[in-house]
């Protein structure tokens, strides 16, 4: 059963910048895709980025397409989001996700693609 914690989440202002940590318990073909999601009040849960096991390919929703970067760690066994010029609609709960699979191709990924959850860190921009 993999574990993911994720940290670095807090306040800044608009156009700061902020790094997620998501540790895994391990990075292993139960980990071989991991993504970023965010929530926020009232709204569903969302697809921000994502990575393949090997790091080679990244993939990105394009609401922060060119201002975040996702990108893995192994022997933290961490995979990042380090988010540039943030805005005020980046506000949400930030969720680190993994699957042994994933969506194929990273094609519209849902919650549902994936096994693995961690419990969240808040980011806020004001």
């Known amino acids: 059963h993999v574990q993911l914690v994720e940290s670095g989440g807090g306040s800044v202002q608009v156009g700061g910048s902020l790094r997620l940590s998501c540790k895994a318990s391990?990075?292993?073909?139960?980990?071989?895709?991991m993504a970023w999601f965010r929530q926020a009040p009232g709204q569903a849960r969302e697809w921000v980025a994502g990575?393949?096991?090997?790091?080679?390919?990244?993939y990105y929703a394009e609401s922060v397409k060119g201002r975040f970067t996702i990108s893995q760690d192994f022997i933290k066994n961490t995979v990042y989001l380090q988010m540039n010029s943030l805005k005020v609609e980046d506000t949400a709960m930030y969720y680190c996700?993994?699957?042994?699979?994933?969506?194929?191709?990273?094609?519209?990924?849902?919650?549902?693609?994936?096994?693995?959850w961690g419990q969240g860190t808040q980011v806020t921009v004001s």
């Open positions: 391990e990075l292993s073909y139960s980990t071989g895709c």
């Open positions: 990575i393949y096991f090997g790091g080679g390919s990244t």
């Open positions: 996700a993994a699957d042994s699979v994933g969506p194929i191709g990273m094609l519209d990924p849902q919650p549902t693609d994936f096994n693995y």
